[in-house]
């Protein structure tokens, strides 16, 4: 009798357990759909915002062409400014160059009998300390030599050639023949070379260095 009623309160423990059992999963089914139902509401209730799109096209276009067109300017502005500055600088070579010819010519050519005035008129050719050595020279040496002696001298330049040349300074290698006649005695030619220097002042080339080579 004893068997038999242990076995049967077992039983009915086994029965009370699985119906707390069924319960406990029922309830949490239910929590478990209550929770759906709550996420799908949710989600129905949210708006859906479009995730945007980068437009890497315009990016690419708006944000480089400021770029390029910025290097353009720098190059179109760099460009122009080295065209002007090489035509400045053909200026002055072709300037300086006549200047320099022309101011050794002048320089290096007179007559007895005007030779006050031939080397006079050859001072607007120069500037600095050339001109005050040249004003020197020549009234110590060169006018009294050839009123004495009767010294008369021409000079040409065949050829010249700039060496550098700047809106401001230029240097200009001339090649010189001269011509002297000393009293009655026959001509006498000697051909030479000149290193020029030249100074721009107040828009005018002007000898300021005379050395022979």
């Not at 006018?143 to 330049?157: C, L």
Request: hydrophobic share 45%.
């Amino acid at each position: 009798m004893k068997l038999i009623k242990t076995r049967g309160g077992e039983a009915a423990a086994e029965k009370t357990f699985e119906a707390t059992a069924s319960v406990d999963e029922l309830a949490a089914d239910e929590c478990e759909g209550a929770a759906e139902v709550d996420a799908a509401e949710t989600t129905d209730a949210a708006p859906v915002v479009p995730r945007r799109r980068v437009a890497w096209a315009n990016v690419a276009v708006y944000g480089l062409l400021p770029a390029v067109v910025l290097a353009l300017g720098g190059a179109a502005g760099y460009l122009q400014w080295k065209d002007v500055s090489l035509s400045r600088s053909d200026t002055a070579k072709t300037e300086s160059a006549k200047a320099a010819t022309d101011g050794t010519v002048a320089l290096l050519s007179y007559k007895p009998e005007t030779v006050d005035k031939d080397l006079e008129a050859a001072k607007k050719y120069m500037t600095g300390n050339f001109l005050n050595s040249y004003t020197s020279l020549t009234r110590d040496v060169v006018i009294p030599g050839s009123k004495q002696k009767k010294i008369s001298a021409v000079a040409t330049v065949p050829a010249a050639a700039w060496t550098k040349a700047t809106p401001d300074h230029a240097v200009v290698m001339l090649f010189v023949d001269q011509t002297m006649i000393i009293g009655d005695s026959a001509p006498t030619s000697t051909a030479s070379s000149v290193r020029v220097s030249l100074d721009k002042v107040e828009g005018r080339w002007l000898i300021s260095q005379f050395d022979p080579m």
